[in-house]
């Protein structure tokens, strides 16, 4: 059994001391690894190029069998991810030698650590001393953004508030909704989507972003949360839901992931990747614990659900009816105006509805802002209710045929809007790139939304 450790503790803190001196024995692999894999040809399933575009490749880039396979918006996220660390840690502990080597993670959203946002020093320094000579530093990246990453970006109680893994659309579950085609689970919106965009370059488009060394510890840590998740009582996987996910259950069982070259190819069936402790995984987490502060908002969150006699959840028991209420327009972001569309024949007062979902379909990009803000009003002369917000993390670079879906939860502002008196004859809904990031203000970036579809909850 080897062990994923927290890159706080192996990071020397200081960038000084990362140029000139000696490294933690797991950052030093590391560093070795990366720069082994560097020096093999692209068509070496051992190399760099080979491992980045196992994930996703440039357009342009000449496609080889098992390239290009990353699973985003689905329900396989999580253990496609899994696996592919899994085969590129074999392939570091093979090129260095070292067989206990296992990737670090970033604790990013350990509110007891200061500098838990910032990327540890070891990735932001040019150079590192290797036998007394002064190298380039194989985890250096020029094109990040250099400040930390946003503390509502690496929020972690929304995920962890929810009990379950798969819910019927339009909620979504901690790994996803119910419904093929892109729709992100929780942890997958946020942190993940959300960390890629703040650390930039590389890292914010599919397929770069694992040519950036930083993106194997970004998904040690996602995948170290989804072990905390299924640690937490009341947490349900897909396997153990009701009859209606039987299809989904059965797709997820039968999944297997391969990599490497696909004539002697690495293979991994869902049965060792849902178990750390099968012969193909092998690894523990240093640390499934959970901050206190966190603790105790995700144990209210859920306490809420469960309610006084606890116990575990059916999976459909959250899930009454949704309504479609409204539908269909196009919206492009860049364009400065408001969409009033009209709704339901019958408006809300029949429905009293107890929950809002917008689901924003088709949605497309060339060059999107990193992140956009939803805003709602009951008419358009009304206040605007910003009612969520999503990273483009996986749009822009891939294939103009390629459409994600976000789902944006507004419940929370549906108080506000029936007390104006919103009776869902209309509403206005903006997407608004979010103020105060570095592209906010590039007016040459946009987005296109297909479709709009309200969604009311109906008791
Ligand atoms: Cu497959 Cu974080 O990306």
């Not at 929780?186 to 590389?202: A, C, L, Q, R, S």
Request: charged content about 20%; glycine content about 10%; overall charge negative.
């Amino acid at each position: 059994m080897r062990t994923r450790h927290d890159v706080a503790g192996l990071t020397s803190g200081d960038a000084t001391t990362a140029e000139t001196g000696d490294w933690h024995p797991v950052l030093d692999t590391y560093a070795r690894g990366v720069a082994l894999m560097r020096q093999l040809a692209a068509d070496d399933p051992g190399s760099w190029i080979w491992a980045a575009n196992t994930h996703q490749f440039p357009m342009g880039t000449q496609h080889r069998p098992g390239w290009g396979q990353c699973e985003h918006g689905a329900l396989l996220f999580l253990p496609w991810h899994r696996a592919y660390l899994a085969w590129f840690e074999s392939t570091v502990r093979r090129l260095t030698g070292d067989d206990t080597w296992a990737l670090p993670y970033w604790d990013y959203s350990n509110s007891d650590n200061p500098s838990a946002r910032h990327l540890p020093v070891e990735f932001t320094v040019q150079k590192r001393m290797v036998a007394g000579e002064s190298v380039e530093n194989p985890l250096f990246s020029a094109v990040r953004d250099s400040r930390p990453l946003m503390t509502q970006n690496v929020d972690i109680v929304a995920a962890l508030s929810e009990p379950l893994f798969v819910r019927t659309f339009p909620k979504a579950g901690f790994g996803g909704t119910d419904r093929p085609g892109r729709y992100f689970g929780k942890v997958e919106d946020k942190p993940h989507n959300f960390v890629h965009g703040d650390i930039g370059g590389d890292m914010s488009l599919t397929t770069m972003a694992a040519r950036d060394p930083i993106f194997w510890l970004h998904h040690a840590n996602i995948d170290r949360l989804w072990e905390v998740w299924r640690g937490l009582p009341g947490s349900t996987a897909l396997t153990d839901g009701g009859p209606g996910f039987s299809l989904l259950v059965s797709h997820w069982r039968s999944a297997t992931f391969s990599f490497g070259d696909l004539r002697a190819p690495t293979t991994y069936t869902m049965a060792e990747v849902e178990d750390l402790s099968s012969p193909s995984m092998q690894y523990q987490y240093e640390s499934l614990e959970l901050p206190a502060a966190i603790d105790d908002e995700v144990a209210a969150a859920r306490g809420a659900l469960v309610g006084p006699g606890g116990g575990g959840f059916g999976l459909d028991e959250f899930e009454p009816s949704w309504e479609p209420v409204a539908a269909t327009f196009n919206l492009e972001s860049g364009e400065d105006r408001d969409l009033t569309f009209s709704v339901a024949p019958h408006g809300l007062e029949a429905i009293e509805p107890s929950g809002l979902i917008l689901e924003l379909a088709g949605v497309r990009a060339v060059r999107p802002h990193a992140v956009y803000v939803v805003e709602i009003r009951s008419s358009p002369e009304a206040e605007p209710h910003v009612c969520g917000r999503f990273s483009t993390f996986g749009l822009e670079g891939t294939p103009e045929r390629e459409e994600r879906n976000y789902l944006v939860d507004a419940t929370s502002v549906l108080p506000d809007l029936l007390e104006e008196g919103w009776t869902g004859g209309r509403l206005s809904v903006r997407v608004v790139p979010e103020p105060g990031r570095p592209d906010s203000e590039d007016s040459e970036r946009g987005i296109h939304v297909r479709q709009v579809t309200v969604y009311a909850q109906t008791p």
